[in-house]
């Protein structure tokens, strides 16, 4: 597996696990599940209610710590600076762990301006060895640009939603050519249309290919990491069995070619949607 070194120093494997709505003893089965299948890194939120989960599974699984990354997020509600660092040590305890390896701003909440509060927080935390690396979500140009000018210091990841019908070129320029490296949320497009477009079903059967590995292959080779969520043992091993072929450059601008301006599955757009 590829590891990506972030502007920090810290490295991260170029794959991951998503774990929206994966809660209680069927969410620790379906985690143990995906560690068993050769998943590294695991995506959690204070906000999904299952860092428990995560935490028994990690337990469960019987790997060791260090041979995880498990990233966390906090909410917007907690973006004042002290409450930051308490919600942090209440997602740690949660997890029963001593340290997150990335931890992320779920989502910029513009209006109610305290993204870069939060983010001192964070830049401390790291200092403090709660967590190695911190980065945000769902960030625009202009949010990242306000914490540079007025922090100095860049997010090593920023996680947003990329699919084929928003494929986030510009913001992924951006985050580039600012040393962010992107990780991809809803990578399968939480499993609406996209998995039946006709382009991607003709190039599942000329790759000898599910629709689903189509898009996560574009995905990495577009150098963004996708962390895409399965309950099912079965899905989890054919999502990841995606670095045995390459898609072909006219292949990829075929599908760099399905993106849509109103592509967003949940009309989220971090401009104006908030959530705390
Ligand atoms: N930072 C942020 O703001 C956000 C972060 N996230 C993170 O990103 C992760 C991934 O995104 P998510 O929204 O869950 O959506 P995904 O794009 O990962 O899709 C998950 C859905 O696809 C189904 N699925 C998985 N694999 C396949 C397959 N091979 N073929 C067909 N269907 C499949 C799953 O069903 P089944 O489980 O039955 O296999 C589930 O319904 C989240 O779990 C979360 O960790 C998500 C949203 C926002
Ligand atoms: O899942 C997440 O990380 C979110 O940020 C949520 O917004 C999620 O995308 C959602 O759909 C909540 O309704």
């Given at each position: 597996m590829f590891m990506y070194k972030l502007n920090d120093g810290q490295q991260i494997p170029d794959f991951g696990f998503g774990t929206y709505k994966l809660n209680g003893r069927t969410g620790v089965q379906s985690i143990v599940s995906a560690i068993n299948n050769g998943y590294t890194m695991i995506d959690t939120a204070?906000?999904?209610?299952?860092e428990g989960t995560v935490g028994r599974a990690i337990s469960e699984s019987?790997?060791?710590?260090?041979k995880l990354t498990v990233t966390s997020k906090l909410p917007g509600?907690?973006?004042a600076y002290d409450d930051a660092i308490t919600a942090l040590q209440e997602s740690l305890y949660r997890a029963h762990?001593?340290?997150?390896?990335l931890y992320l701003?779920?989502?910029?909440n513009p209006k109610k301006g305290m993204y870069v509060e939060a983010w001192q927080a964070l830049i401390d935390a790291q200092k403090f060895g709660l967590v190695k690396s911190i980065g945000v979500c769902n960030f625009l140009p202009e949010h990242l640009e306000k914490l540079q000018k007025e922090t100095g210091i860049l997010p090593a990841i920023n996680q947003i939603e990329l699919h084929p019908y928003f494929n986030q070129k510009s913001m992924r320029d951006f985050d580039h050519d600012n040393g962010i490296v992107t990780m991809d949320w809803s990578?399968?497009?939480?499993?609406?249309a996209v998995l039946k477009n006709p382009l991607l079903t003709a190039l599942g059967e000329k790759y000898h290919k599910s629709v689903g590995q189509i898009i996560l292959r574009w995905e990495h080779q577009l150098d963004t990491i996708p962390i895409p969520k399965s309950a099912s043992p079965v899905r989890q091993r054919e999502n990841m069995n995606i670095f045995d072929f390459e898609i072909s450059n006219i292949d990829m601008e075929k599908i760099n070619a399905?993106?849509?301006?109103?592509?967003r599955n949940k009309d989220q757009d971090p401009a104006v949607y908030e959530e705390f």
């Open positions: 204070y906000n999904y209610e299952n019987g790997i060791d710590r260090d509600r907690y973006y762990l001593d340290y997150f390896d701003l779920h989502w910029p990578p399968l497009g939480r499993a609406s399905l993106t849509k301006s109103d592509g």
